[in-house]
């Protein structure tokens, strides 16, 4: 793997964000390239995380934050089926990528409410869940590359 530089900043709030947050996401994606079955699903620690799990968890994430659709069984995120593949994961984890950078990109004002799925209280705003995601995603990202340099020794994003 190759290291990539972080995105430059710009004095543009928005751009910033979603920069370093897609440079996340590359890295996470470019992590389970190469990986092959059964080692993209077997867990690297005792609490059962994988590179295919993590990929899989963070959809959800996204979809559950930036696209308001309810995940109810979290814990079962970031654990692939067998039926579920390496290429459909990742191909789920882009389209929703898309998908949640045109919910961004429609955003007129980062302290508006995120589309998050209905529940008690109000909403977070956008900067607010634009920079969990970015949290959440660096964490996992963290975790992809220990799994990945147990499986293999490959380091960088």
Not at 5 to 20: C, H, I, Q, S, Y
Not at 72 to 93: F, I, N
Not at 100 to 122: M, W, Y
Request: glycine content about 8%; charged content about 30%.
């Amino acid at each position: 793997m190759t290291d990539r530089k972080p995105p430059r900043t710009t004095n543009d709030e928005k751009a910033t964000l979603v920069g370093f947050l897609d440079y996340l996401r590359d890295a996470i994606a470019a992590k389970v390239v190469g990986v092959p079955e059964p080692e993209i699903r077997t867990p690297g620690v005792q609490s059962g995380t994988n590179l295919l799990g993590l990929v899989k968890h963070l959809t959800a994430v996204e979809r559950f934050y930036l696209l308001g659709e309810d995940v109810r069984d979290w814990p079962g995120t970031m654990r692939p089926s067998q039926k579920e593949t390496v290429d459909g994961v990742l191909a789920a984890y882009r389209e929703i990528r898309a998908r949640a950078n045109e919910v961004i990109d429609a955003c007129p004002d980062l302290t508006l409410p995120a589309p998050g799925p209905p529940r008690r209280g109000p909403k977070p705003s956008m900067r607010w869940a634009l920079v969990h995601l970015i949290e959440e995603t660096g964490r996992h990202a963290g975790h992809a590359d220990i799994l990945r340099e147990q499986y293999d020794g490959s380091t960088g994003r």
